[in-house]
């Protein structure tokens, strides 16, 4: 079994970022709560992620947990939050990313 990299904090904001969440107000909690609406099926449909800084760098099980909550593959979530992974989501070049794609 091959070892994964762990994401950090900066990596996984990038990614976020990177897929159309924006940062919610922060409540009386150390978490920050990342959303992003989309339409899923004809439906509204509002994806919240959940991230705790201070457990950075972040175990696999938070890092799948975080991905389902984006609604993406743990593959997928990890190639958004690289550098490149980011840049390609940003300009559209993911091609699983591209029919998900949020509005400008």
Not at 3 to 12: I, R
């Amino acid at each position: 079994m091959s070892q994964k990299a762990p994401l950090v904090h900066s990596d996984v904001i990038r990614g976020l970022k990177a897929l159309g969440f924006v940062s919610r107000p922060k409540k009386s909690t150390s978490h920050q709560q990342w959303a992003r609406s989309e339409k899923i099926k004809g439906k509204a449909v509002l994806l919240k992620v959940t991230v705790d800084e201070h457990n950075s760098p972040y175990s696999n099980d938070l890092v799948k947990s975080m991905a389902r909550q984006a609604g993406l593959s743990e593959k997928q979530f990890r190639e958004v939050c690289s550098k490149s992974g980011a840049k390609k989501a940003k300009r559209g070049m993911l091609d699983w990313f591209k029919k998900n794609r949020p509005d400008k």
